[in-house]
C-alpha cells in the first residue's frame, strides 16, 4: 500500500547512495519489501531501502524490527516509546518524528502530541519506558534499573532499544532529516493523519518468526538476554551481517575503532574530537569511527575520501554498518541484563 511515508524518488532522501526503486527489487530484497509492506503498513521507506544494496544487512534490520518491536511480547506504545526515547538520545529527529507519528497510529494520540511539544508522559508508566529508552544509550547508566516492564518481555524491548541504536545511526549517516517531503511531519494535522494511514497494520497482532525465513542460514540462537524468542536469531544475523564490514578497513583501522569505542561513555563527541583520525590518512576508520559515535556528523568530504573506486554503495552500507554495530555492540555488552531480569519490575505498558 502507498501512504504518506513512500518517498517519490524525485524527491529522494539519500544522501551518498542511489538504491534502485523498490518496484524494481527481486529476490530476498523483494521479499522483505513484501513482508514490510504487510507488516509494518509501508511501501518502501527509505530507513530500508538505503540498505538495499546489501541484502543480507536489510534482511537482518527488518528482522530486528519485526521480531522485537512489532512481533515481540509487550505492548507497541510501550515499545514505541523505547524507541523514541533510543532516538532522542540518539539525536535522530527522523526517527523521533517517525516514532512520534506512529504513536498517533497506536491511538495515543494526546500522548503523541506531548510528545511532539517535547513535553514528559503524563502516565508515570510511559514516562519510564521513554525515559529507561534514553538511559540505554549510556552503557552501564544506573538508570536502566530496573526494568520499567515485565522481565519476561526483556526480549522485545531491549530488541527494540538495540534494534534502533542501529537504525539511528544508518539514518544519521545516510538520509536526510526530513521523514516526510518538506517535514511536513512537523504539522500535527499531519502526523495524525500520517498515523491513521497505518493504524490498522499497526495495531494487528504478528505472528512471531516470519522475516527469520529472509535470513541467511544458521544465524545462531543469539545472546542469553533473547534465549527461546525470534529476536535471538534476527540479532545475531545483524551482527554477523555488519560485522563482516570490518573487511573493509585493515587490522590496525579496526583496532582503532574497537580501542575507541570500547572506551566510549554514552557522551556526544566535542568538536575537537582528539580521538577521530584525519580524513587523508585514514578514510575508513573516520567513517566507521563516526558512524559509531556521531553519524549525523559525516559529511560530503568524509565519504568523497573513502568511497572511490573500487568502492561501491554495497561498501558504504557495508562500512556504515559495521561502525554503527560497534556501538551497538557497545552497548549491549554493557546491559547488566542478568541483574535487571531478577529485580525486574512491572509498568502499565509491559
Not at 60 to 81: D, I, V
Request: aromatic share 8%; charged share 20%; glycine share 8%.
Amino acid at each position: 500500500m502507498t501512504t504518506p511515508f513512500s518517498y517519490p524518488f524525485a524527491t529522494t532522501p539519500f544522501r551518498y547512495t542511489e538504491p534502485p526503486p523498490p518496484r524494481s527489487a527481486t529476490g530476498r530484497t523483494a521479499d522483505v519489501y513484501r513482508q514490510l509492506s504487510e507488516d509494518f503498513g509501508i511501501d518502501g521507506p527509505a530507513t530500508f531501502v538505503v540498505l538495499s544494496s546489501a541484502p543480507e544487512l536489510l534482511a537482518a534490520t527488518w528482522a530486528l524490527m519485526r521480531e522485537s518491536l512489532l512481533a515481540g511480547e509487550g505492548s507497541r506504545t510501550g515499545k514505541e516509546l523505547t524507541a523514541l526515547g533510543v532516538s532522542r538520545a540518539n539525536r535522530c529527529p527522523f526517527c523521533v518524528d517517525a516514532h512520534t507519528v506512529l504513536l498517533h497510529a497506536t491511538g495515543d494520540h494526546a500522548l503523541a502530541e506531548r510528545l511532539a511539544r517535547g513535553e514528559t508522559p503524563e502516565n508515570e508508566a510511559h514516562a519510564r519506558l521513554l525515559a529507561w529508552g534514553e538511559a540505554t544509550r549510556v552503557p552501564g547508566s544506573p538508570a536502566l534499573a530496573p526494568l520499567p516492564f515485565f522481565a519476561q518481555h526483556t526480549a522485545a524491548y531491549v530488541g527494540t532499544a538495540l534494534s534502533f541504536h542501529f537504525i539511528n545511526r544508518i539514518v544519521s549517516a545516510l538520509l536526510t532529516e526530513n521523514l516526510l517531503p518538506g517535514n511536513a511531519q512537523r504539522l500535527r494535522p499531519v502526523r495524525s493523519l500520517v498515523g491513521r494511514s497505518v493504524a490498522k497494520t499497526v495495531r494487528r497482532r504478528l505472528t512471531p518468526g516470519a522475516s527469520l525465513a529472509l535470513l541467511d542460514g544458521g544465524p545462531g540462537p543469539g545472546p542469553s538476554w533473547a534465549a527461546g524468542t525470534t529476536v535471538g536469531p534476527a540479532y545475531a544475523a545483524l551482527r554477523s551481517a555488519a560485522t563482516s564490514g570490518a573487511g573493509l578497513l585493515t587490522e590496525a583501522d579496526q583496532a582503532l575503532v574497537r580501542d575507541v569505542v570500547a572506551a566510549w561513555d554514552g557522551t556526544h563527541q566535542p568538536l575537537v574530537w582528539d580521538a577521530l583520525p584525519d580524513r587523508a590518512d585514514r578514510p575508513g576508520a573516520r567513517l566507521a569511527m563516526l558512524a559509531a559515535l556521531a553519524p549525523y556528523r559525516i559529511t560530503d568530504e568524509d565519504v568523497a575520501a573513502w568511497k572511490r573506486p573500487p568502492y561501491t554503495d554495497h561498501c558504504l552500507v557495508h562500512l556504515v554498518a559495521y561502525g554503527a554495530f560497534a556501538a551497538v555492540d557497545r552497548i549491549e555488552r554493557a546491559l547488566p541484563l542478568d541483574a535487571l531480569i531478577s529485580h525486574g519490575v512491572t509498568g502499565r505498558q509491559g
